[in-house]
């Protein structure tokens, strides 16, 4: 059964960093798109970054362009966020998920079929 485990989340003061991990087991997911996503209080979810499967393409969302980097170890089952400059707005549980294999990078959460349970990042000021 495939698995996606989310870890690295925690509090942190703004203009800190943090760097989440998400773990994956059960199936090889190294044809398919990483994404990240996150959901703030009373939000939707949202798209943060997606990495294709060769590595290649990475995608940003705006309001995280330049502050944080998505990589891939398919050698270890390891997608990577690494988050700086982190602000009050970041905050939200934020989830890692998987495509079906060969799609390119994408942004609409549908896309998305693999999910982890979260994990929780607070930004105080």
């Known amino acids: 059964q495939a698995q996606l485990v989310e870890s690295g989340g925690g509090l942190v003061q703004a203009g800190g960093s943090l760097r989440l991990t998400c773990a994956t087991s059960g199936r090889t997911f190294s044809t398919n798109t990483m994404g990240w996503f996150r959901q703030a209080p009373g939000k939707e979810r949202e798209f943060v970054a997606a990495?294709?499967?060769?590595?290649?393409?990475?995608s940003y969302a705006d309001s995280v362009k330049g502050r944080f980097s998505l990589s891939r170890d398919d050698a270890k089952n390891t997608v990577y966020l690494q988050m700086n400059s982190l602000k009050p707005e970041d905050t939200a549980v934020y989830y890692c998920?998987?495509?079906?294999?060969?799609?390119?990078?994408?942004?609409?959460?549908?896309?998305?079929?693999?999910w982890g349970q979260g994990t929780q990042v607070t930004v105080s000021s």
């Open positions: 998920a998987a495509t079906l294999s060969f799609l390119g990078v994408v942004h609409d959460l549908k896309l998305y079929t693999y």
């Open positions: 990495i294709s499967w060769s590595g290649s393409d990475r």
